[in-house]
């Protein structure tokens, strides 16, 4: 079993590798203007967890992981060759609305800020 830290550069590694493949390589439509907010891996290098967002928000997320889903035997073949592991782990594709939640935080202060001032 990997150590935790291993584990995390496997993670950094799988997240810059992918991200660049989706800038690089893809041409589904479906898969422009994403971006990876999080890899993570379980500890038996079973399954790759991997966190996505997209720069117009959920209203397209079931689209975006569709698209991904489609696309998954690709990525994995692609990663397989660039990450060197004995066994590549399975890519498990996941909409996190993280970046969504933060923008609707940063709204919320700002209103607060501007009745402040008043």
């Known amino acids: 079993m990997p150590s935790g830290i291993r584990l995390q550069r496997i993670a ?7 991200s660049e493949l989706l800038i690089r390589e893809v041409n589904d439509p479906r898969l422009h203007h994403i971006f990876i907010t999080d890899v993570k891996i379980d500890k038996e290098l079973a399954f790759a967890d991997i966190y996505v967002s997209a720069i117009e928000g959920a209203q397209r997320s079931a689209e975006i ?3 991904l889903e489609s696309a998954s ?5 692609i990663l397989a060759s660039k990450v060197e592991l004995r066994a590549f782990p399975r890519l498990r594709f996941h909409w996190d609305p993280t970046p969504e939640n933060a923008d609707h935080i940063e709204k919320v202060l700002a209103g607060l800020r501007l009745k402040e001032k008043k």
Request: proline share 0%.
């Open 65 to 67: 992981l569709a698209g």
């Open 12 to 18: 950094d590694r799988v997240r810059q590798e992918l």
């Open 73 to 77: 035997g690709f990525f994995r073949r």
